[in-house]
Each structure stands twice: as C-alpha cells, then as structure tokens.
C-alpha cells in the first residue's frame, strides 16, 4: 500500500511540475518589445512592455505630415488558449481585444488577428 502512494505521489509532483502551453507563451512573453508600422500616411512605432504580474504598459509615437503625436496606454495582459489577450481601460481595447500567438521566440514575437489577417510583429529589447 505504501509503494501505491509513493508511486501516486511521484506521478502527481511531475505532473505538476510540467508547464501548459500557455504558461510556455506567458514566461516567453514577459519582458520589453518593439513594434512599427506604416498607416496610410503616418508612420507607428510602439513600445511595449509586459510584465509577469500581469500588468503592461504601451508608449506609442505617431508620425505624420502635422508632427509625432506621443501616447501610452495600461492595462492588463494574459494568455488564453494560446492567444494573446489585453484588456485596457484608456484604449480602443477598452472591454477587451485578442489575438492568436503565432510565435515567440527570444528575439521575434508573431501575432494575427483573425486566420489570414493582418500579422503583427515585435522585436524584443536587448535584455
């Protein structure tokens, strides 16, 4: 009976100790990205800094023909079935907004929308 408990013991320690895809994704997330992009007549660039509480943070410099107009957004970020999820009260994600992880890596973090959408890229920080 013991050797059965021992044995049930051990099994449910590794169990616990192997981590879900998403916590894989969440720990490979956390840190400091780049992202720019070209708008019909403006040009985007985008910091944005996820923190492993939970927390982040987006600093944002808009270019176009009137000047750069600087903006930052907060909120809250998780990993959900493999998609990126934010919720940001001052935003235009202000309930919340979504999109399927293509990959991350430790240097390049791939996301889209909808299957075929527009791909967002980011490059991380030098650590």
């Given amino acids: 009976m ?3 408990w021992a044995g049930a013991l051990v ?6 100790a192997v981590q879900s895809a998403d916590d894989r994704l969440r720990e490979q997330l956390v840190g400091k990205w780049a992202e720019a992009h070209h708008l019909n007549n403006a040009h985007l660039e985008q910091s944005i800094d996820l923190s492993r509480d939970g927390s982040l943070r987006i600093e944002r410099a808009l270019h176009d023909a009137t000047g750069t107009t600087r903006t930052s957004l907060q909120g809250r970020w998780r990993i959900e079935n493999g998609d990126f999820v934010i919720h940001d009260a001052s935003g235009p994600c202000s309930k919340q907004c979504r999109a399927r992880v293509v990959s991350v890596t430790d240097w390049e973090w791939v996301m889209e929308e909808a299957p075929n959408a527009h791909e967002f890229r980011a490059w991380r920080y030098p650590k």
């Fill in 2 to 4: 013991h050797r059965l």
């Fill in 11 to 16: 099994l449910a320690g590794a169990c616990a």
